[in-house]
């Protein structure tokens, strides 16, 4: 029993280390979140799920990530663009955190009362994917405007 304890406890850690090294890199690396950064962060999310323990940790995780990615790719691409862009990036931006917010209180509605560990882990999944979406389409605004 103690060393299928101490197995789980080493694939978390690995599991943490290779969240934090993403993270790293994507905060640390310039220009580099892409879809590629997207990509291993789900590999990390799925790694982590089918060890089949914590999943509504993973799935926290997961959406943390996703919501660090979301916040270093805004504020590149505000770097990037000119003044009248970054007006019209910021009213989007601003109209996109409203459809956000009313999105999680529909899912946080979903599971009210129920603190079934499914539940939470489905309802962060489901954030988590929603801030995907407009990671995804941020990355492509960046490499348009790269290409330039």
């Known amino acids: 029993m103690r060393d299928v304890m101490t197995i789980n406890c080493l694939n978390r850690f690995k599991i943490s280390i290779s969240s934090i090294v993403i993270f790293y890199l994507s905060v640390n690396c310039?220009?580099?979140q892409n879809?590629?950064?997207?990509?291993?962060?789900?590999?990390?999310?799925q790694i982590c799920l089918d060890n089949g323990q914590f999943m509504s940790s993973c799935s926290k995780r997961y959406y943390r990530q996703m919501d660090s990615v979301l916040n270093v790719?805004?504020?590149k691409l505000r770097l990037n663009i000119d003044s009248v862009a970054k007006i019209q990036l910021k009213k989007e931006q601003k109209e996109w955190l409203l459809k956000r917010d009313k999105y999680f209180k529909e899912n946080q509605n979903e599971i009210s009362g129920s603190a079934a560990q499914?539940?939470?882990?489905?309802m962060y999944d489901k954030?988590?994917?929603?801030?995907?979406g407009r990671v995804l389409y941020l990355i492509e605004r960046f490499?348009?405007?790269k290409k330039k």
């Open 127 to 132: 954030n988590a994917n929603f801030v995907k």
């Open 118 to 122: 499914d539940d939470i882990m489905e």
């Open 73 to 75: 790719v805004y504020s």
């Open 30 to 32: 310039g220009y580099c």
């Open 35 to 45: 879809k590629h950064t997207i990509d291993s962060i789900q590999k990390s999310y």
């Open 143 to 145: 490499e348009k405007i």
